[in-house]
């Protein structure tokens, strides 16, 4: 048996915490358990945004200068590099771990799968989405897809573990490797402790609708944007409030530029920030868009507006659309304009109550913790020592 006290892990990502973001959630959560558990965490990532509050945890964290885009992503092939070219070398010359920890995109697993096999080290391929799947749904040029999917494929067989965030993204990884791949399923959730019920509840004088996540082809937020500029005139008192990034973000707001302060865009924001304005929301926003590779997706935002009390109205495709259905959550709906006002005047002409907000955030906590995830990514790549 391994000695986890002993064991040195080196997480590799783009993306960690201070950041906002599903990924940068999941990887502290993976960190936070295996400290807990006694092992030695190092990180290795990029150096903060601007306007990012302070972190310092207990572990040691490596920080590199990165190249973003005009949103402040780490987004784009030029991108990937300027952060995948410059880590190779931390960590083929840096302290040697008995084992790697590391996200997509497929570059950045590709040059941890070297750096590995040089050091002589297994690595574990955390793997939320399938990248190839996705550039073949948003129109990525055919050869691009090829290339993506052969490297994708490469990457993980070569890991000694594949960690998938949901079935779905388990059965992708089966498909296109074969079934080759030794991929655990360890769930996805959210931090039911920085997304609670309790807490300062933000006001603003006038009801409103929350969106908080990527705005990009994948999710389709402008479904929502759509759909309550067809409502926002029979409804004086209600705000949209669309918090995130992503190619859309632009588009979006000088879409809805003359709605004025119905609408109002902002930055990604902390997850505590957030909480606050799903525990006064009529109700929380997800969607993922239909046909674009992501049909599998596990919309985390969703939850996160659940586990603080805000209903949810889901707009797409994916497994939360039956969750949603099966356990009650708020509404689902098909990814138009229509049925998402359909659902919005219904929410707003049939507020939740107080006990049925208290209801949803027990039921997050119960099925859908980020920590549970933690600890199960955890014993994953405990185990995955092991099998080395």
């Not at 784009?76 to 931390?90: A, T």
Request: aromatic letters at 10%; glycine letters at 8%.
């Amino acid at each position: 048996m391994t000695d986890v006290k002993s064991t040195k892990v080196t997480v590799v990502s783009r993306l960690y915490a201070p950041e906002v973001g599903a990924a940068a959630f999941r990887l502290k959560a993976l960190v936070d358990s295996l400290k807990n558990a006694g092992a030695q965490v190092n990180v290795v990532t990029t150096k903060a945004p601007k306007g990012a509050k302070p972190f310092s945890p207990s572990y040691s964290i490596s920080r590199w200068p990165v190249l973003r885009d005009a949103g402040g992503n780490v987004r784009g092939y030029i991108q990937y590099l300027s952060f995948d070219i410059p880590m190779f070398f931390r960590i083929l010359f840096g302290s040697k771990p008995d084992v790697f920890v590391v996200e997509p995109p497929p570059t950045s697993g590709f040059a941890v799968k070297v750096a590995a096999k040089m050091r002589r080290v297994p690595f574990v391929y955390f793997s939320a989405d399938v990248s190839s799947s996705a550039a073949r749904g948003i129109g990525v040029n055919n050869v691009v897809v090829a290339a993506v999917t052969a490297l994708e494929r490469s990457i993980l067989v070569a890991a000694t573990t594949v960690l998938a965030v949901s079935s779905g993204v388990e059965k992708e990884i089966e498909v296109l490797t074969d079934g080759q791949a030794h991929v655990v399923n360890v769930g996805t959730g959210v931090d039911t402790k920085a997304f609670s019920l309790d807490g300062p509840v933000k006001e603003t004088g006038k009801r409103f609708f929350v969106y908080a996540g990527t705005m990009s082809e994948i999710q389709g937020a402008g479904v929502f944007v759509d759909a309550f500029m067809t409502i926002a005139r029979d409804y004086p008192d209600v705000q949209l409030v669309m918090f995130g990034q992503g190619v859309e973000f632009p588009k979006l707001k000088a879409r809805s530029a003359s709605f004025g302060s119905q609408i109002q865009f902002f930055a990604p924001a902390q997850g505590t920030e957030i909480a606050q304005w799903h525990r006064g929301a009529v109700a929380n926003l997800a969607s993922v868009r239909p046909g674009k590779g992501y049909d599998f997706a596990f919309a985390t935002k969703a939850l996160a507006g659940l586990s603080a009390g805000a209903p949810v109205i889901y707009s797409g495709v994916g497994p939360m659309r039956d969750l949603v259905n099966n356990h009650g959550l708020g509404i689902a709906c098909d990814w138009d304009a229509i049925s998402v006002a359909t659902a919005m005047r219904t929410m707003l002409e049939n507020p939740v109550t107080q006990m049925r907000r208290a209801e949803l955030s027990q039921w997050v906590n119960e099925h859908y913790s980020l920590q549970a995830v933690g600890a199960a990514g955890a014993s994953a790549v405990m185990r995955s020592v092991e099998r080395h």
